[in-house]
């Protein structure tokens, strides 16, 4: 069986950032990836919308909050020195009725608090920014930007190689067994390591073997607005979220290329990588119909949830809720685009997780909650992880 002192599960953004930070902390380290996909970042890391967040919502103190603002600055700066496209265009977070002023109050707080640069705004000065956008108040946010998250995963992975770190692909990770050495099974040969790193995004909990949260899939479906239309958008247009939820409602993103992208929505994904409706994983549907998580997320919630679907079902639905931000986007003018799917660990109690969630215990550091923005968040949450590894290995 072939050793290795760490072995990381998941070739994502985080995964390969941890993996690059682990070899730049301790480069004498045999240090091997395994990815269960022929090639990195197919999941989370390559299907979202590619923003560079600020950090302003999320609860200070919290590890979203600290590490959100910190990467972001991180990530531009990994960006310019390695020639990855990216731009810091900044975003209106907009209160379009009175009811959202109260949230939009608390945006501001919050951001205060995390250092992120923010701007009150009027209707006069939203105008200016996104001339096309209508609101009674907004938020002014100039530290967002845009990227790729792909080019990224793919230049930390060069890195990893170049640090003689060890990428395999087409490697399933099926469990975990021992504990002062950890024999990794996979669906070929295994591999044994001192420490596991799990960074396995929608399989992490199945990794972990946890029992008091699971990963529930939701799908965000994205639509591109039509190229006539895209001179409605300036840079990144957002409305004020529901601080129920960890996710932010239907927005609309540029990307680097020139495109608007309208989305995402929130629906729940019947398989761990359900991409559409008709990807359905009929074990995995039992299974998320018998957690009592989601029980209670649809008896509380399910109101939002018939919404969340028949926007996903009807495009003048979306088309509706988008004119609310932006007046003039109709039905036709959005086509559909490749979907992503969030994993989201909820808890037993129905408890949607609103931080990232990191777990140890010897040989074993299990990170299992890590959504947007966790993206952004990569090299900051990859050092962090470096730091707990080495502490393992040193004990």
């Not at 109709?330 to 979907?339: H, N, R, Y």
């Not at 299990?366 to 050092?383: F, Y």
């Amino acid at each position: 069986m072939e050793r290795f002192d760490v072995a990381v599960v998941g070739g994502g953004i985080i995964g390969l950032a941890t993996a690059r930070a682990i070899l730049g902390d301790r480069p004498a380290l045999r240090l091997v990836v395994l990815e269960k996909e022929s090639a990195i970042a197919r999941h989370q890391s390559g299907r979202n919308s590619n923003v560079l967040h600020s950090g302003i919502y999320y609860r200070p103190g919290s590890l979203k909050a600290t590490m959100a603002s910190r990467g972001r600055a991180s990530m531009v700066a990994y960006c310019a020195e390695h020639g990855i496209p990216h731009e810091v265009c900044g975003k209106v977070v907009v209160a379009t009725r009175e009811a959202d002023l109260p949230r939009l109050d608390e945006l501001e707080r919050r951001a205060v608090a995390n250092g992120v640069t923010i701007e009150r705004i009027d209707p006069a000065r939203l105008r200016e920014l996104e001339p096309h956008a209508v609101g009674i108040a907004a938020l002014h946010v100039p530290e967002t930007g845009i990227t790729d998250f792909g080019a990224v995963s793919a230049t930390l992975a060069r890195q990893v190689e170049a640090a003689s770190g060890t990428i395999r692909t087409g490697r399933k990770v099926e469990r975990l067994l021992g504990a002062s050495t950890v024999v990794v099974e996979t669906d070929a040969d295994p591999v044994a390591a001192s420490v596991v790193v799990n960074c396995a995004g929608l399989w992490s909990d199945r990794i972990a073997g946890t029992t008091d949260v699971r990963i529930v899939p939701f799908r965000g479906e994205y639509l591109e607005l039509a190229p006539e239309k895209r001179s409605l958008v300036r840079n990144l247009v957002y409305p004020v979220p529901d601080p129920a939820f960890p996710f932010l409602g239907a927005h609309l993103t540029r990307d680097l290329h020139g495109g608007v992208h309208a989305g995402p929505n929130a629906v729940l994904a019947l398989a761990r990588e359900g991409y559409s409706w008709g990807r359905v994983d009929a074990r995995e549907a039992r299974s998320l119909a018998a957690f009592p998580g989601l029980r209670a997320i649809a008896r509380k919630y399910w109101r939002t949830g018939a919404a969340e679907v028949a926007r996903s079902w009807s495009k003048t639905l979306m088309a509706r809720e988008l004119s609310r931000l932006v007046p003039g986007i109709t039905a036709a003018d959005l086509t559909p685009v490749p979907a992503g799917v969030r994993a989201q660990a909820v808890a037993t109690d129905g408890t949607l997780l609103d931080d990232f969630v990191i777990r140890q215990s010897p040989g074993r550091i299990h990170l299992v909650n890590a959504p947007s923005p966790g993206a952004t968040a990569s090299l900051e949450i990859g050092r962090h992880m470096s730091g707990l590894v080495l502490e393992q290995l040193d004990r």
